[in-house]
Structure formats: structure tokens, C-alpha cells
């Protein structure tokens, strides 16, 4: 009789907390259907940061991100020189990248962040690489304008160069 006694309590208190928690406010998240807003600090997939006063990215092609990553994830082209440099291509191989954020330590420029992009799964290998359009702030429309910003601030530096550096018949540096 004690058993069923103690067995009848153990029920009755078992119900007890599952009616108490059928009233709470519900903490469970359908993902992916529902998404939790992402941390400012996460790290997630990187990306280069458009300067809208600038018309430019902010990166200037120097490669330090790349001899600061340990894994090799990341590889660029350079475009122009000197103070008017920046990039044509910047390429991110993430199936490499350990989100050690290194990269965005070692720029100088304020050109490199870690982003709240996730969700980069894939089953194609190829997926893994992200090219600069895919990396820059703004996407494609910012690529072109990078380039067209840098071009024309090299015109005008050639532009701008003493009469000197350019004697009749030669060649500028
Ligand atoms: S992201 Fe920064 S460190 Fe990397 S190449 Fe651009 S300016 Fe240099
Ligand atoms: S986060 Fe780390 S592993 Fe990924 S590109 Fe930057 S330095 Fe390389």
C-alpha cells in the first residue's frame, strides 16, 4: 500500500511540473524556420569593408592578413600603388579558415572584419571559395566601383607628376 501511496505522489508531482512549464514562455527556436540575432563579436565569415566616403574599399592590397593566416586561406591581386593601392581580386578559401580572426589583427587598414555570416555548409567542394565579390561590403556593385575609384585616382597622380619625371620620349616609373 505504501508503494502505491509513494507511486501516486510521484505522479501527482511529476504532472505538477509539467502543468507549471506548459505555461512558460516557450525558449525552444525553430531553426532554421526561426534564427537567434547573432553576437556583434562572432566570428563568422569574413568580409572587406566598404568606405562609402572614400568610394573605395579600404583595403590597399599589402598581403599582411595573408602572411598572417596560418593556414594559407587567403590570396589577392593587387591593384595600383603606392598610397592609391588596393585590390582586383581577393579570394578566401574556407575550407581552410579556422576562424582565428589573426587576419583582421594583423590589417593595419581597418579593411578586414570577421562577419555574422553563417550557415557556409556545403557538400561542393568548390563552394568553399569566396571571391571578392562575394567578400567585399556592397558585392559586385562595390567591386566595380573600387576599381573605377582606384583607376581614376591613378590618372590623376600620373596626371599630377613634376614635369621632370617625365622627359620627352621617356618612360615614367
Ligand atoms: S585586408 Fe588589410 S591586411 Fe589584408 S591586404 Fe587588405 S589592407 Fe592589407
Ligand atoms: S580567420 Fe584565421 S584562418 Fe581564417 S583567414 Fe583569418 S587568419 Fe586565416
Known amino acids: 500500500m505504501t508503494y502505491?501511496?509513494?507511486?501516486?505522489?510521484?505522479?501527482?508531482f511529476g504532472m505538477l511540473v509539467t502543468w507549471r512549464n506548459l505555461w512558460r514562455p516557450k525558449v525552444t527556436v525553430r531553426y532554421p524556420y526561426q534564427k537567434r540575432p547573432v553576437p556583434p563579436r562572432y566570428r563568422g565569415l569574413f568580409?572587406?569593408?566598404?568606405?562609402e566616403e572614400k568610394q573605395r574599399l579600404n583595403c590597399v592590397g599589402c598581403t599582411l592578413c595573408a602572411q598572417a593566416c596560418p593556414t594559407d586561406v587567403i590570396s589577392m591581386v593587387k591593384l595600383g600603388k603606392g598610397t592609391n593601392a588596393s585590390v582586383s581580386e581577393f579570394t578566401m578559401d574556407?575550407?581552410?579558415?579556422?576562424?582565428?580572426?589573426?587576419?583582421?589583427?594583423?590589417?593595419?587598414?581597418?579593411?578586414?572584419?570577421?562577419?555574422?555570416?553563417?550557415?557556409?555548409?556545403?557538400?561542393?567542394?568548390?563552394?568553399c571559395l569566396f571571391r571578392i565579390t562575394d567578400l567585399a561590403q556592397g558585392g559586385e556593385e562595390a567591386v566595380r566601383k573600387n576599381i573605377e575609384t582606384i583607376q581614376r585616382l591613378m590618372a590623376e597622380e600620373e596626371k599630377a607628376k613634376p614635369a621632370a619625371t617625365h622627359p620627352a620620349g621617356g618612360h615614367a616609373e
Not at 502505491?4 to 501527482?12: P, Q, R, S
Not at 568580409?47 to 568606405?51: A, E, G, I, T
Not at 590589417?107 to 550557415?119: K, N, W
Open 94 to 127: 574556407l575550407g581552410r579558415c579556422m576562424f582565428c580572426n589573426l587576419c583582421v589583427e594583423a590589417c593595419p587598414f581597418d579593411a578586414i572584419y570577421m562577419g555574422p555570416v553563417y550557415e557556409l555548409a556545403s557538400e561542393r567542394r568548390d563552394a
Open 4 to 12: 502505491f501511496i509513494d507511486g501516486l505522489a510521484t505522479l501527482f
Open 47 to 51: 568580409y572587406l569593408k566598404w568606405n
